[in-house]
């Protein structure tokens, strides 16, 4: 493709070195962390967080003396108790200030609250299965983040994110789940399984029509790259770079030059790098902290002892920049006409605001979760907490909260769906699932199913 987008619109000079350019052949550089700092500390509870780590590196280091001492405090922290360093995190420039949309609910948020994390505990807990990647979560919510901000343009809403122009930054290109029949047609070429995940992965960004809206941003690894820009060559404002493998570039060194030499308005990050979400959230604090990013969606695997607190620690970082976060969930819908799977949105599961449960971060049940983080202003987190949660939370008629559980609005799964089943077949070595789908063949997104009035 060159220094051109796919519409012949030249790549200004300052983006000339966008992305990699490095031949490194190891992705532990990538995001630029080093992998001997990939290790998380266990905690002795048993759980630590690879996040605190990540932050830590990207921010310098710290004192010896105070990391003697914050590891003698860890000691004395169970499993349950709620992450005690967020201030660290408010120190990296958040917005410590509470959800703007809580305040106008006032008596009876409490209530809401403890209901609602029941509820949301429960159905997590029956509807495990419909948490993982290979229920295409991710491309569901895309999809919804996009009919959101059209239908705000339609109606006039002058709001960031609704009429204005847009990129869309892709940290890889996802990781994809071959038909057995359909990979043996691939046998003969030794780049199949790239060429099969990148055809995925353009197949859902044109379903969810992110190219008819945004610029696009595609970062591959280099393996890569020659495969993905051929498949996004006549596509119009997309750029395709290498991932960057040098220590001195985050994901805020990128964004800078994506949004101060293009994208004019909101940006939506997308992150497909299951084993570096930490480096990349620890890496995009003033990204966070400029108002720009309406929403950015990651996977997060919780396979590890060190990953068990990561989830948490992610989400109360996120959120301390003004963001609602949610774990989001879909179910199998009718097949399409060319007999594919099509997926529609279930329910959105709010995690913040103190409706965290660490029954989320269950290491044994190998699922790979979707966490998407909506700008508190946004029409999507509107959209999100009137049409997607379990207990929308309204007013009545004397200003108090009230909240309504829906669930008999979602359908019912299987019991084999359930967490316990789960868990239990995980620890026999028969899961039917495995980390990131298994059996299940994870097709694209092929029709829009996400009903916005």
Same mark, same amino acid.
């Given at each position: 493709?060159?220094?051109?987008?796919?519409?012949?619109?030249?790549?200004?000079?300052?983006?000339?070195?966008?992305?990699?350019?490095?031949?490194?052949?190891?992705?532990?550089?990538?995001?630029?962390?080093?992998?001997?700092?990939?290790?998380?500390?266990?905690?002795?509870?048993?759980?630590?967080?690879?996040?605190?780590?990540?932050?830590?590196?990207?921010?310098?280091?710290?004192?010896?003396?105070?990391?003697?001492?914050?590891?003698?405090?860890?000691?004395?922290?169970?499993?349950?108790?709620?992450?005690?360093?967020?201030?660290?995190?408010?120190?990296?420039?958040?917005?410590?200030?509470?959800?703007?949309?809580?305040?106008?609910?006032?008596?009876?948020?409490?209530?809401?609250?403890?209901?609602?994390?029941?509820?949301?505990?429960?159905?997590?807990?029956?509807?495990?299965?419909?948490?993982?990647?290979?229920?295409?979560?991710?491309?569901?919510?895309?999809?919804?983040?996009?009919?959101?901000?059209?239908?705000?343009?339609?109606?006039?809403?002058?709001?960031?994110?609704?009429?204005?122009?847009?990129?869309?930054?892709?940290?890889?290109?996802?990781?994809?789940?071959?038909?057995?029949?359909?990979?043996?047609?691939?046998?003969?070429?030794?780049?199949?399984?790239?060429?099969?995940?990148?055809?995925?992965?353009?197949?859902?960004?044109?379903?969810?029509?992110?190219?008819?809206?945004?610029?696009?941003?595609?970062?591959?690894?280099?393996?890569?790259?020659?495969?993905?820009?051929?498949?996004?060559?006549?596509?119009?404002?997309?750029?395709?770079?290498?991932?960057?493998?040098?220590?001195?570039?985050?994901?805020?060194?990128?964004?800078?030059?994506?949004?101060?030499?293009?994208?004019?308005?909101?940006?939506?990050?997308?992150?497909?790098?299951?084993?570096?979400?930490?480096?990349?959230?620890?890496?995009?604090?003033?990204?966070?902290?400029?108002?720009?990013?309406?929403?950015?969606?990651?996977?997060?695997?919780?396979?590890?002892?060190?990953?068990?607190?990561?989830?948490?620690?992610?989400?109360?970082?996120?959120?301390?920049?003004?963001?609602?976060?949610?774990?989001? &969930?879909?179910?199998? *819908?009718?097949? @399409?006409?060319?007999? %594919?799977?099509?997926?529609? +949105?279930?329910?959105?599961? =709010?995690? /913040?605001?103190?409706?965290?449960?660490?029954?989320?971060?269950?290491?044994?049940?190998?699922?790979?979760?979707?966490?998407?983080?909506?700008?508190?202003?946004?029409?999507?987190?509107?959209?999100?907490?009137?049409?997607?949660?379990?207990?929308?939370?309204?007013?009545?008629?004397?200003?108090?909260?009230?909240?309504?559980?829906?669930?008999?609005?979602?359908?019912?799964?299987?019991?084999?769906?359930?967490?316990?089943?789960?868990?239990?077949?995980?620890? &026999?070595?028969?899961? *039917?699932?495995? @980390?990131?789908?298994? %059996?299940?063949?994870?097709? +694209?997104?092929?029709?829009? =199913?996400? /009903?916005?009035?």
């Amino acid at each position: 493709m060159g220094d051109r987008f796919g519409d012949g619109i030249s790549v200004p000079a300052s983006m000339a070195n966008l992305g990699g350019n490095s031949t490194s052949s190891g992705v532990s550089g990538y995001l630029g962390l080093d992998k001997g700092n990939d290790a998380g500390n266990a905690m002795a509870s048993g759980y630590g967080s690879d996040f605190k780590d990540k932050l830590r590196h990207k921010s310098g280091g710290g004192n010896p003396v105070t990391l003697a001492i914050f590891f003698l405090v860890a000691v004395f922290v169970t499993y349950n108790v709620g992450y005690y360093s967020t201030l660290t995190f408010h120190n990296g420039g958040g917005d410590t200030s509470s959800d703007p949309h809580d305040k106008k609910l006032g008596a009876g948020l409490d209530s809401c609250t403890l209901r609602t994390k029941q509820a949301q505990v429960g159905f997590f807990s029956n509807h495990a299965c419909w948490f993982n990647i290979s229920r295409r979560p991710d491309w569901v919510a895309t999809r919804m983040f996009f009919q959101t901000r059209a239908q705000a343009s339609k109606k006039g809403m002058h709001l960031a994110g609704a009429d204005d122009k847009c990129g869309f930054i892709s940290i890889g290109t996802g990781s994809y789940d071959p038909n057995p029949t359909f990979q043996s047609a691939y046998q003969s070429d030794k780049d199949a399984k790239s060429k099969m995940q990148i055809d995925d992965y353009v197949a859902n960004m044109k379903a969810t029509n992110v190219f008819d809206q945004c610029y696009t941003f595609t970062y591959t690894q280099e393996q890569d790259l020659p495969i993905a820009q051929t498949a996004l060559a006549g596509t119009k404002m997309s750029l395709v770079r290498p991932l960057w493998t040098d220590a001195d570039t985050t994901l805020d060194v990128e964004f800078e030059k994506i949004s101060s030499a293009i994208v004019e308005g909101t940006i939506v990050v997308k992150s497909h790098l299951r084993s570096f979400e930490s480096d990349l959230l620890a890496g995009f604090k003033t990204g966070l902290a400029s108002g720009r990013v309406g929403a950015i969606i990651w996977e997060r695997e919780v396979a590890e002892a060190k990953h068990v607190r990561s989830l948490k620690d992610e989400m109360e970082f996120v959120s301390s920049f003004g963001y609602a976060v949610y774990l989001a &969930s879909a179910q199998e *819908a009718e097949m @399409s006409q060319n007999f %594919q799977r099509v997926y529609k +949105p279930s329910a959105f599961l =709010r995690i /913040d605001r103190g409706l965290w449960d660490s029954t989320y971060a269950i290491p044994n049940a190998k699922i790979v979760l979707t966490v998407v983080a909506v700008k508190q202003d946004h029409p999507f987190r509107v959209f999100l907490d009137s049409n997607q949660a379990l207990c929308p939370i309204t007013l009545d008629k004397t200003g108090q909260a009230k909240c309504d559980c829906q669930l008999e609005k979602y359908d019912v799964a299987n019991e084999e769906c359930s967490l316990a089943n789960l868990v239990t077949h995980t620890l &026999s070595g028969s899961s *039917a699932y495995g @980390s990131s789908g298994g %059996q299940e063949w994870r097709q +694209p997104l092929t029709q829009p =199913r996400a /009903d916005i009035g």
